[in-house]
C-alpha cells in the first residue's frame, strides 16, 4: 500500500501559532496605518510651506 505522509501538527512552518498571525497582521496594519499619515502630514507640510513661500515673495 503506497505510504501516506501528513503534515505535522506540531511544525510552527506548517500551522503558525495564531498569536503569532495576529501579531504578523496587526504589524502590517500599524504599518498601513502610519504610512498614511507620514503621507498625509507630508502632503499638509508641503502645503503650508507652499502658502508660506506665497506670502513671504508677495510681502518683499
Same mark, same amino acid.
Given at each position: 500500500?503506497?505510504?501516506?505522509?501528513?503534515?505535522?501538527?506540531?511544525?510552527?512552518?506548517?500551522?503558525?501559532? @495564531? !498569536?503569532?498571525?495576529?501579531?504578523?497582521?496587526?504589524?502590517?496594519?500599524?504599518?498601513?496605518? %502610519?504610512?498614511? $499619515?507620514?503621507?498625509? @502630514? !507630508?502632503?499638509?507640510?508641503?502645503?503650508?510651506?507652499?502658502?508660506?513661500?506665497?506670502?513671504? %515673495?508677495?510681502? $518683499?
Amino acid at each position: 500500500s503506497p505510504t501516506i505522509t501528513t503534515q505535522l501538527l506540531h511544525d510552527s512552518n506548517e500551522f503558525p501559532s @495564531l !498569536t503569532n498571525m495576529y501579531r504578523r497582521q496587526q504589524g502590517h496594519l500599524h504599518n498601513d496605518i %502610519f504610512d498614511e $499619515l507620514i503621507n498625509l @502630514l !507630508t502632503a499638509k507640510m508641503e502645503k503650508i510651506i507652499e502658502e508660506t513661500t506665497k506670502r513671504l %515673495f508677495k510681502s $518683499l
